[in-house]
């Protein structure tokens, strides 16, 4: 489908939708004045944006115009749609025909959501709390005798944990340094 067709498509929908509200449909407006210029001229742009004209009327006239004057436009319109009204976008009747297509496809979002649910904070604590683990078993293992710059690391590691986690590890560190 070219964008013109999407848009002959969803003008009905868009024309009836009521979140379409008039603070959306200026920032789509002012979307298509300022960032894409050529789209729609000043004179233009305050033709729509006239409160004088119900909002409904001045959607209809917007939609009419767009389709009017070629595909790239509309495809911005589509554009300033989904930037400003990304719930509208989500339910258009054009979209759901290609929805429907491919059921099992996540959408970007979604997938990024699912892969990344917890967090980089959550990865970091996880990894360091496995690294600090690994750290205290290694030195902890009577084979292995630690030397004394393993208890400054130690020491000095301390410092930037809680209170909690620090008291832990400052009785580790004295137990060892009373072990013969």
Do not use: W
Request: include cysteine; charge should be positive; glycine fraction near 4%.
């Amino acid at each position: 489908h070219t964008y013109s067709d999407r848009l002959l498509q969803d003008t009905a929908y868009l024309k009836s939708n009521r979140n379409l509200t008039e603070r959306i449909v200026d920032k789509i407006i002012l979307q298509l004045n300022r960032v894409y210029p050529q789209v729609l001229s000043n004179r233009e742009a305050e033709k729509f944006r006239s409160l004088k004209t119900p909002l409904r009327t001045r959607l209809s006239d917007l939609l009419k115009h767009l389709h009017r004057t070629g595909e790239r436009e509309c495809q911005e319109f589509y554009r300033a749609l989904q930037n400003n009204a990304d719930n509208v976008y989500a339910t258009l009747p054009s979209r759901s025909n290609h929805n429907t297509s491919d059921v099992l496809a996540l959408s970007p979002n979604q997938e990024n959501i699912i892969l990344n649910d917890h967090g980089p904070v959550f990865f970091l604590a996880c990894f360091s709390v496995a690294a600090g683990l690994a750290f205290l078993m290694y030195y902890n293992n009577p084979e292995v005798r630690s030397p004394s710059s393993a208890k400054k690391v130690f020491g000095y590691s301390a410092i930037g944990f809680g209170r909690h986690i620090r008291n832990i590890l400052i009785s580790f560190l004295e137990e060892t340094a009373l072990s013969p």
